[in-house]
Every structure is written in structure tokens, then in C-alpha cells.
């Protein structure tokens, strides 16, 4: 009776949400089967080799207008395959729900991770860049700070990493509340407008100069206790494109724990059986698959949103979605981001090395531009005078995280929308580009700009969603057999990872009291022996066994 | 670590090797032979049943093959593209008592030239000789290593092993004809049986005399850490910057899951 074709829940989409949810049902002892349309892992998260990028953007170009990819030519950019484009690139807080499920569900030691090494803001007014202390040392040595602002920044940033809520101290009642972060560090704070503004922008990853202080707060210090976690820098950044091979690490894991993985196929058919009775042996679900021999049937589906066959959305009793569970995520969430990617094969400053010989004296020695490996460059809003309202994230990765090789380098750079624009991704992003590429390690301006040798522009959309509004109030369906996890909502640079990592274990422990109610009611009906329907479910992750040497037998 | 009392470290090499293969043909007990008969079990950590550990002395040399199974991603040709990458070695089995076994194979190493590292070494291994050996096969029970698939993932329910037999009559892979596709193909080549540990050993002892260890070692002397999947030859400052999300586990745990 325990078929090949036969599981306890399917995952359909191997964003970074679903594989995590997938690995640890299937650590839990159920019976997984995942399964993605595409033939690569990771979904609108994926990590694509270049080859893999340029299809996916040609192919995305003629359904959507806002693609455009420009190469300068493909012989300049050989070795597809050492390539890793992130599809939706992010930074991971070294002390965070990501880093945790990674560490305790062994995934880890799958992959490679490296530290960001620059956070950097650019100032309009010097038209420069600027690095952002990572420390308190380094805040104390830095000679452009006074002594008084020295003063002032730590009183904040001890306020910031305070474990006190922070509505209940002084500094946010009364009209503060709703003061906007900014506006906050200024007045509260007594800090300057460009202190204020790295806080606001590069440090706590806002974005327009109305972001409310409270959520600002939040992520602030998350952020913070990240420092010295692992070094220097609050951040990691996987291997390999990060979020995509992360997937991968935990579906691995998944099928290590018997999951069965299924790429690039269709769903063409899902149909339900009539009877909602679960004590009926029958599984719920049965799916037909494009070029693929036999059905398959699972009593409890999980998918994105994007990925369940519209056809199967009728029976709204049966849907949960599962609600965000990360917080400051913003209510009025953008839906889109404007995205940019290209390939350079020069180095990018975003600091310079100050002669380390000459002692505590003057800094008047000549300044060599440092080449950035692995770096984040934020321009704060109305950084260009003809540019858009909100700050513009630019993420650098070079050789260090494993996704180009070696004198290549990747320049992301996004910007969220809160409105249909008109004007196109290109249109909004390309003169941040072009001023990115001004900051060339070469520094001298006798040398020419850097010129991409790959460039490509696309609107990345959270899909709007496809079922009744009325739904998500009546989401709290008594007996769901369909579980919808948040999607990945389009959260700040560093949070996309530890928002999958909570997500996935909401989803987790709603799909064991779903699964668990299937086995204790099949077992008054059936004579399944006790083995077969106990699954005890005590934690998100089993520990890791140390030692195994059991394997053997 | 067990190889930090051994006092060779510094001279130890990380080899990622991975096992490709059609379902049951004993990929899993190939690698359970030799983690085991080598070694005493218990001593090397391992991950779930993830991958294994096995050192292997070459000369002056310690190589610490990390040894990846395919998990049974390569069922439904689900295999990530993580599970090539930076492979310095692969070993391809087939079932030398099923012709269709050998063509799997030969696919199989087609997409290790696409996929994986250029210079991997490819090592081909004939499985289940034991099953064409008259001395093992007369018994009864000669399923051979299918049946010590330890691994679930890995194991195929419904794959029947081949019933014993008596003698050759078994074989449906001439030796010559795999060595022929072997040489031509540049893969080193054994016949292999888990089940009495013939020719098990000396795969990963030809692997390891094929694998470019100076070139690693320089590489990962650039990289510091010392996982496989680090070595690549870092730019200079990315030394300090490669993290080993283990070192500070126990530190400040999830500080904000608020």
C-alpha cells in the first residue's frame, strides 16, 4: 500500500521559503515529494549561470516590456557556467532565523559564505563614496566624525541595540511616534543631516524619507547584534549567488531525508477527492504531471501562490494561507522592484587605503583606491537631482563569493516601486549605474569609465494575488489542505533569507497539525501499525546526529 | 577533529567526490566498503547521511575525501547544480550484469564534462563482480550489495537485484568492452564487487594518485578554510572573510526571532 507515487505532502516551487519548509517535513519523518516547473532550483530566487541568464531574460523580454539585456558581446564573456546570477539577490544578518536554520539543519556545511566586507553611502554633495563604520573602534578612529557627534552616535546606537521595547522609552512617545527615522535621529538624536541619513538609509535599509522610526528600529538592531557575530561586517553573503544554492542546500537535505525531486515538469491536472472525510484512506490529492508515467496523490499540498494550478483554486475551505510572520515587513509593501544586473571585468572602489605607516599624525598621505570584492552601496533618495524618490541598493560581488571568476564582477542594483511607473527599470536605474561605474579602483580620471561587458534591466513583481480578497480574512479555514506560505514579499537587502526562515517554519507547523490529523484519523480506520502513523514532531530541526557510523549496517 | 591529533593537517587535502550511477546499481555500498574497511566507523563526524568522510594516505599525503551520494536527485535528473561544484573527483558506477547500466553511465560522464570542473578525475567502476565470481554466487542469497543500500534515498524499491547465477553467464558487460570506453573516454577503470571489497580500495587510491594535490593545496593555501567547495583561489583579502557558520554557533543564537 505505501506506493512509490504516494506521499504525505507535495511542495510545488523551490523558492527559498518552500525548500526550507520541504527539508525539515522531510527530516520530521513525512513523506515529500517537491516539484518545480523550471528545471533549476530556487524559483524567482534562483542563482542562473550566465547562459542560463541571458534565456531567462530573452524569454522574459518576450512577455514582458520592462526586460531589456544588452551584451556587449559574447565572446568577451566565456565560462557560462562559473557564473551565479542571483535572480533576487540578498545579504544574510549573521545572527538571524536563516543562519540559525542553517546551522541546525546541517545545510551549512553545504556551501560557502563570506563576509560583506563594505557598507558604503554615497554623498551628493562631495559626489562620493563613503564607507560606513563597521564598529565602534572604527567609529572612535574615524577622523571626519568630531568628538561631539562621536558622542551623540553612540548615545543612539546604544539606544538602538537596547532590549527594551522601544515604544516604551521616552524617545518615542508623543508626537515622536510617528516622526519619520529620519527626521527622528535629527531632532531626538541632535545628529547631523548626513549621519542621520546613512543611519536612515545604509544602516537600516530604508528607503524613502517618510519611513516610519518604529520598523526602522527594529531592523536597526537586528542589524546590529549581527556585527561581530562572524567578523566584522553585520553580513554574509553565500556562495554561488547565495538564496539560489541555499535552496539547493536544503532541498538536498530534504532528499537526504527521503524527499523526491521532480524539476521541470508541469502540473497539468490536480483534482480533489469528493469527500472531505479524513479517515477515508484515499489520499486527498491526485496530480498528473506533463511527461511524467504516474499520477501522483498527497493529502496536503504546499505551494507559492504563483505555482498552484489556477484551475484547482474553487474550493476556498480548503486553503490556508499561511500569514507573514516577519516582522516590520511594511504593510504597504511594494509590489515590485526595479532591477538591474551587470558584468564588469574591473574593480570598483568604494574606499581607500590610507597609508598605515605614519602613525596617529595627519592624514595627508596620498590615498590608494581599494578594490571591491564583496560590497553594498546605498544611494540615498534624491541622490541624483533628476533621480526617483526612494534610495537605490547596489550589491557588489566579486571572485570572494564564488559567482564570477576571477577579474569579473556582478553589480546589482534594485530600487522598490511603490507605484505603476511608466517609465521602464532601465529608464529608472541606469543613471545610478552609470554613476556606479564612475567609482572605478583605477581612480585616476585619465581612465576611461568601466564599461559592462553585460547589462540587463527587469521589473520583478510580486504576483498579485489570484484569489478573492475575501479569502485571505476567511484564510483560517478549519481543515486546510492546501497551505500558501507568505511569498517572498520584496523586504530590504538583508532580510529576504530571514523572512523565508521564519516563513518556512510557520508553514512547517501548520502542515505537522494538518499531516498529524490525517495519520491519527486514519489510524482508528485502518490497521496501520503504530510505527507507520506516530510521527512525533518536536522541533523545527532535529539535532544533526554527530556520529555516523551506524551507516553501515 | 580526529585529524587534528593526527598531526598532519597541513598536509591533508579535501577532495570533494561524487558518486553518480543508475538506481541499485550499488553506488551507496561501493562507498560504505571503503568508509568502513579503511576505517574504524565512529571515528570521522559525518552529516545525516549527507556525505561521508574517508582519509586516504598517499605517500606524505593525507587526502580527506568528502564523499557526496546523489540523494536520489538524479532519479527524475533533479541533480542541483551544488552537487558538481568544485567535485575534484567522481566515481561512475554501473552494474556490470546490466548492459543498460553501462550506458547510464557513459551519460552520466557526459554530464560531468558539461557540468563539473574541467580537470575532475573520473573514475568508472564496474559493479557487482562478485555476481560473476562462481566462488561467491552459488548460494541462494547472491543479491549482491543491492540489498545493503543504506541509504533510503538512494535505495529503488522494486528494482530487483539480479538473481544469482552460476558463473559468467551472468555478465552483460564484457571488461574490455568498459575498459575500451574507459580509455577513450581518459577515465581511470575498475571492476569492482562492495560485497567482498574487491577493487574498492584501489579506486580511490588511483583517484587520489590523478588528483592534482599541489594545485589544490596552493588554492586552498589562498583561501584559507578549508572546505572543498572553498578552494578556488581567493583574492588576497578574502581570506579572513571566508566564514564557517559552525565556528560560532553557540554565540549569540537567533539574538532578535522576535
Not at chain 1, 318 to 336: K, N, T
Not at chain 1, 496 to 521: C, H, M, Y
Amino acid at each position: 500500500m505505501d506506493n512509490e507515487g504516494n506521499f504525505d505532502v507535495i511542495v510545488l516551487g523551490t523558492g527559498l521559503t518552500e525548500s526550507i519548509t520541504a527539508a525539515a517535513l522531510a527530516k520530521a519523518g513525512f513523506k515529500v515529494a517537491h516539484l518545480d516547473r523550471n528545471d533549476y532550483y530556487g524559483g524567482g530566487e534562483a542563482s542562473l549561470s550566465l547562459d542560463e541568464y541571458i534565456n531567462w531574460a530573452t524569454q522574459n523580454k518576450d512577455s514582458n516590456e520592462s526586460t531589456s539585456i544588452s551584451l556587449s558581446s559574447t565572446d568577451a564573456l566565456p565560462n557560462s557556467r562559473q557564473y551565479s546570477i542571483s535572480l533576487s539577490p540578498s545579504v544574510i544578518p549573521a545572527a538571524g532565523p536563516l543562519i540559525t536554520s542553517l546551522v541546525e539543519s546541517g545545510v551549512s556545511r553545504y556551501g560557502g559564505f563570506r563576509l560583506v566586507e563594505y557598507i558604503s553611502v554615497y554623498s551628493a554633495a562631495e559626489n562620493k563614496v563613503k564607507t560606513v563604520p563597521g564598529s565602534k573602534e572604527d567609529i572612535f578612529k574615524d577622523k571626519a566624525i568630531s568628538l561631539l557627534d562621536k558622542r551623540r552616535l553612540m548615545r543612539f546606537l546604544a539606544f538602538a541595540s537596547t532590549d527594551v521595547d522601544f515604544e516604551e522609552g521616552p524617545e518615542l512617545q508623543g508626537a515622536n511616534a510617528d516622526l519619520p527615522f529620519v527626521e527622528l535621529l535629527k531632532t531626538t538624536f541632535s545628529l547631523n543631516q548626513e549621519m542621520a541619513e546613512t543611519i536612515t538609509y545604509a544602516l537600516s535599509h530604508c528607503v524613502l524619507p517618510s519611513d516610519k522610526a518604529l520598523p526602522a528600529l527594529r531592523r536597526l538592531r537586528r542589524y546590529l547584534r549581527s556585527t561581530g557575530r562572524y567578523g566584522h561586517s553585520p553580513f554574509l553573503i553565500g556562495h554561488y549567488g547565495s538564496s539560489g544554492e541555499i535552496a539547493q542546500g536544503f532541498c538536498r537535505t530534504a532528499a537526504v531525508a527521503g524527499g523526491v525531486y521532480i524539476l521541470g515538469k508541469e502540473v497539468t491536472s490536480m483534482t480533489r477527492k469528493r469527500t472531505t472525510d479524513e479517515t477515508q484512506p484515499t489520499p486527498m490529492y491526485t496530480l498528473t504531471l506533463s511527461d511524467f508515467p504516474e499520477p501522483i496523490t498527497c493529502d496536503l499540498i504546499i505551494s507559492s501562490e504563483s505555482r498552484l494550478p489556477a484551475t484547482s483554486i474553487g474550493d476556498i475551505e480548503d486553503v490556508r494561507r499561511i500569514p507573514s510572520v516577519f516582522p516590520d515587513a511594511g504593510e504597504e509593501a511594494p509590489r515590485a522592484v526595479a532591477r538591474g544586473i551587470c558584468i564588469i571585468d574591473q574593480p570598483l572602489s568604494f574606499a581607500t587605503r590610507q597609508k598605515p605607516s605614519s602613525s596617529e599624525g595627519e592624514d595627508h598621505e596620498p590615498e590608494s583606491p581599494l578594490p571591491v570584492d564583496t560590497g553594498i552601496l546605498i544611494f540615498p533618495p534624491s541622490s541624483l537631482d533628476a533621480g526617483i524618490a526612494s534610495a537605490v541598493t547596489v550589491l557588489v560581488v566579486g571572485e570572494g563569493t564564488l559567482s564570477v571568476p576571477k577579474g569579473k564582477w556582478i553589480i546589482y542594483i534594485s530600487t522598490p516601486l511603490s507605484t505603476n511607473l511608466s517609465v521602464s527599470p532601465e529608464q529608472i536605474l541606469k543613471p545610478y549605474l552609470d554613476l556606479t561605474l564612475s567609482f572605478s579602483a583605477a581612480s585616476s580620471s585619465t581612465e576611461p569609465p568601466i564599461v559592462p561587458l553585460l547589462t540587463s534591466f527587469y521589473l520583478h513583481t510580486i504576483p498579485p494575488s489570484t484569489m478573492p480578497s475575501s479569502t485571505m480574512e476567511s484564510a483560517s479555514s478549519l481543515s486546510p489542505t492546501i497551505l500558501i506560505p507568505p511569498s517572498p514579499a520584496n523586504l530590504s537587502l538583508p532580510d529576504p533569507g530571514d523572512a523565508a526562515a521564519l516563513n518556512a517554519e510557520a508553514t512547517f507547523w501548520e502542515a505537522v497539525k494538518v499531516l498529524q490529523k490525517f495519520r491519527i484519523s486514519r489510524k482508528k480506520t485502518s490497521d496501520e501499525t503504530e510505527d507507520e502513523v506516530n510521527v512525533e514532531v518536536e522541533r523545527f530541526w532535529p539535532p544533526v546526529p554527530n556520529e555516523e557510523g551506524d551507516d553501515e549496517e | 577533529m580526529a585529524d587534528a591529533a593526527s598531526g598532519s593537517t597541513d598536509k591533508s587535502v579535501q577532495v570533494k567526490l561524487v558518486l553518480l550511477g543508475e538506481a541499485a546499481v550499488g553506488k551507496s555500498s561501493v562507498v560504505l566498503r571503503f568508509v568502513s574497511d579503511e576505517f574504524q566507523p565512529n571515528k570521522e563526524p559525518t552529516i545525516g547521511a549527507a556525505f561521508l568522510t574517508q582519509k586516504c594516505r598517499l605517500e606524505d599525503r593525507v587526502l580527506r575525501y568528502e564523499i557526496w551520494d546523489t540523494a536520489g536527485q538524479e532519479r527524475f535528473h533533479s541533480l542541483a547544480p551544488m552537487y558538481y561544484r568544485n567535485a575534484q573527483a567522481a566515481v561512475v558506477v554501473y552494474d556490470i550484469t546490466k548492459a543498460a547500466s553501462l550506458e547510464k553511465a557513459k551519460s552520466w560522464v557526459k554530464e560531468l564534462q558539461r557540468q563539473a570542473n574541467p580537470n575532475i578525475v573520473i573514475a568508472l567502476a564496474g559493479n557487482k563482480l562478485d555476481l560473476v565470481q562462481p566462488s561467491s554466487s552459488s548460494s541462494g542469497n547472491a543479491s549482491s550489495e543491492s540489498e545493503d543500500e543504506a541509504d533510503d534515498a538512494t535505495a529503488t524499491p522494486g528494482e530487483a537485484p539480479s538473481p544469482g547465477g552460476e558463473s559468467d553467464s551472468l555478465r552483460q558487460v564484457p571488461r574490455e568492452e568498459a575498459q575500451a570506453y574507459a580509455t577513450e573516454a581518459g577515465l581511470l577503470f575498475f571492476e569492482t564487487s562492495a560485497k567482498t571489497g574487491e577493487g574498492i580500495v584501489e579506486i580511490f587510491t588511483e583517484i587520489a594518485k590523478k588528483i592534482p594535490i599541489e594545485h589544490i593545496l596552493a588554492a586552498t593555501r589562498g583561501g584559507g578554510v578549508g572546505r572543498p567547495g572553498a578552494a578556488g583561489g581567493r583574492p588576497g583579502n578574502a581570506q579572513d572573510a571566508a566564514v564557517n557558520l559552525e565556528e560560532n554557533a553557540n554565540k549569540p543564537k537567533d539574538a532578535c526571532n522576535c
